[in-house]
């Protein structure tokens, strides 16, 4: 121990002592010469040891020891280290190394004072994790777009060997992406996300949103943007696999409908053939009975049999042949007021008013107008027809058109004489008709709800009996026929 | 039986309910030719009006009608105390007859105390069978009743 040690003597020593650091003086041989309370609570046999031997439990000088230069140099140093209590609790310090100097500009002694950050680095080494294995992508950028800082998760996809730009990385270009919203944060200090698509390091595309946010030092400009990205490619796929899942929906219901036409078509025919069957029938029992009038009405059973069984093949084989949907982009609206115009003299005549409630501005759709027109032109038919035989003094038929969350509805309401149970339950699936022989083939709402199911959409009714009935179209935009450009094509040719 | 020996007509009646009339025509032609006396109706509300002033042995029904279905009015026939005991058969082409029988019946009329029709038939008949219940079924009829 050196004799002319530096004195430290009240209040130097109460401060020496209270000062919430641990403290050592050691001289040229790493002997603790000074050890302040603090330093003592935890190695209080100090006396004599070399700081090595104590806070490093070393038998020789660590090798990259800052006391060793700063008795060369004087110039003050900051290391950090870390050692391990008795507990086996690892303890990091960040030790001030500085140097003191006698009055000729010798360094005998050197003071280590010693501040236990652990809480610090436990939190610092915890955010770590966090950085890392948060699952996103997290980079931090500086205003050249280089990468300066990235999480785990971002090197192990995106950062290949030799890559340093976030450009290379994310989307292996050799420039600033367009449209990069870190371009923007740098500009204004704002948040800005997006969605991109990248590549990653094996070549795979890769969907992600990204979030840039600006970093700015001491509240000034911003001299850094984090980028944090979420990989939503597997929502993407799942979007893809949903999209191709309605697809098949909307194939099976078109395939139910085609099983349903031929069930209604056999319900018609077999009715038909009752009648031929009852016209040769008649026919025969006339002339065995010499009756001609039997004959007569034999006869014309037949006749009236054979013409409604070529009204239904025909509207049958044009219902069969119809079966492309030709969408265009035309205004919704716009079809339901031509209907409207065909129709209100029609109704008007069987004393019937025909009103027409059309929201305005809905914006324009691909439909096959003609088809859309069909099924409202069936609806408006088939309400005239139920106002008709209805009892009421005063029959009113209501068609809409409006739109709400993205889905077109079609409305054809009436007050006529509504359906009841029996109806209701037959009148999508088993085609038949209530109206007297010859006034319709019962093929009508069929087709109406044929091409509502090409379009996506579903027809749906509520009716009481004797108050009236509502049909209703509706039509998600999202599930609506791409616009047919096949014969823009043909002409072109 | 009382009526008909004062019409001076011994055939049994077979009241037909349907409002097709090529089907009426077929059925009354038929029928008239095996020997039955027939009346027919074209809508629920007439046939309902028969069945009460004609007193029919059978009554051939049709689903589907204007005015009053053939359920209802099986229903109102089955309630009526004067005509509960008409025996009805059912004639119907807009579903599988088959299928009115059992559980589509019961959901169509929930009415645990009505019973099922007589028979059902399927549009278009098969001549035959259908004559061969009619014939069966109303001779045993007329035996009970004499």
Request: hydrophobic share 35%.
């Amino acid at each position: 121990m050196t004799p002319d040690h530096p004195k430290v003597d009240w209040p130097r020593k109460a401060l020496f002592d209270q000062i919430p650091l641990d403290i050592i003086v050691i001289d040229q041989d790493f002997t603790i010469i000074e050890a302040n309370k603090q330093a003592q609570k935890t190695h209080p046999d100090w006396r004599g040891k070399k700081c090595f031997e104590i806070y490093h439990g070393r038998k020789r000088q660590c090798p990259d020891c800052s006391a060793v230069e700063t008795f060369k140099d004087g110039k003050t140093r900051i290391e950090h280290t870390e050692n391990t209590d008795e507990q086996g609790n690892i303890h990091h310090y960040e030790v001030h190394v500085s140097a003191y100097k006698d009055e000729d500009g010798n360094i005998p002694y050197v003071i280590e004072m010693a501040n236990d950050v652990t809480d610090r680095v436990t939190l610092e080494q915890d955010y770590r994790l966090l950085f890392d294995n948060v699952p996103c992508y997290i980079s931090v950028i500086d205003k050249d777009f280089k990468v300066v800082d990235s999480n785990a998760l971002f090197r192990k996809t995106f950062a290949k060997e030799g890559t340093r730009y976030c450009y290379e990385m994310y989307k292996k270009r050799d420039k600033v992406c367009t449209k990069c919203p870190a371009v923007r944060s740098f500009k204004t200090g704002k948040q800005y996300t997006s969605l991109q698509v990248g590549v990653d390091k094996d070549g795979n595309q890769t969907h992600y949103v990204v979030t840039a946010a600006p970093h700015k030092k001491n509240g000034g400009a911003v001299d850094h943007v984090i980028e944090m990205s979420l990989d939503i490619s597997e929502v993407i796929q799942l979007q893809e696999k949903l999209k191709q899942a309605e697809q098949e929906k909307l194939e099976n219901e078109r395939f139910a409908a085609v099983g349903q036409t031929v069930a209604g078509l056999a319900h018609g025919i077999k009715n038909i053939l009752m009648g031929l069957e009852g016209g040769m029938y008649v026919v025969n029992s006339g002339l065995k009975r010499a009756n001609n009038d039997l004959v007569a009405s034999g006869w014309g059973m037949l006749q009236n049999n054979i013409t409604k069984i070529s009204s239904v093949v025909k509207e049958y084989l044009s219902f069969a042949r119809g079966t492309e949907t030709k969408a265009q982009l035309v205004n919704p609206v716009g079809i339901a007021k031509e209907v409207y115009e065909l129709y209100k003299d029609l109704a008007q005549q069987s004393d019937i008013s025909l009103v027409a409630n059309l929201q305005e501005g809905i914006p324009d759709a691909p439909m096959d107008p003609e088809g859309i027109h069909t099924c409202l032109a069936n609806l408006i038919s088939n309400a005239i027809d139920a106002c008709v035989v209805s009892d009421k003094e005063k029959n009113t038929i209501t068609v809409s058109c409006s739109e709400k969350d993205n889905v077109i509805a079609y409305e054809v309401e009436d007050n006529g004489t509504g359906m009841d149970y029996e109806v209701k339950k037959k009148i999508f699936s088993n085609f038949f008709t209530t109206k007297a022989s010859g006034q319709g083939t019962g093929l009508g709402l069929l087709v109406t709800r044929r091409i509502i199911f090409e379009h996506g959409g579903k027809v749906s009714f509520e009716s009481v009996l004797r108050k009236g009935t509502v049909f209703r179209i509706e039509l998600p935009r999202n599930r609506l026929p791409k616009v047919d450009t096949s014969e823009d094509n043909s002409e072109g040719k | 039986m009382n009526r008909r020996i004062e019409m001076g007509d011994n055939r049994q009646k077979i009241l037909i309910i349907d409002d097709e009339p090529d089907i009426v025509m077929y059925l009354t032609t038929l029928l008239e030719d095996h020997d039955y006396n027939v009346v027919s109706a074209s809508d629920g509300q007439k046939g309902l009006e028969l069945a009460k002033t004609e007193a029919p042995d059978l009554v051939c029904l049709d689903i589907m009608m204007p005015k009053k279905t053939g359920v209802a009015l099986y229903q109102e026939i089955k309630t009526d105390p004067d005509l509960k005991k008409i025996p009805c058969i059912i004639i119907s082409a807009y579903e599988s007859a088959y299928s009115f029988k059992g559980q589509a019946f019961r959901r169509l009329i929930k009415d645990d105390t009505i019973p099922a029709p007589l028979n059902f038939f399927e549009k278009p008949l098969d001549i035959p069978v259908f004559l061969g219940f009619i014939d069966d079924f109303l001779s045993k009829a007329k035996k009970n009743d004499t």
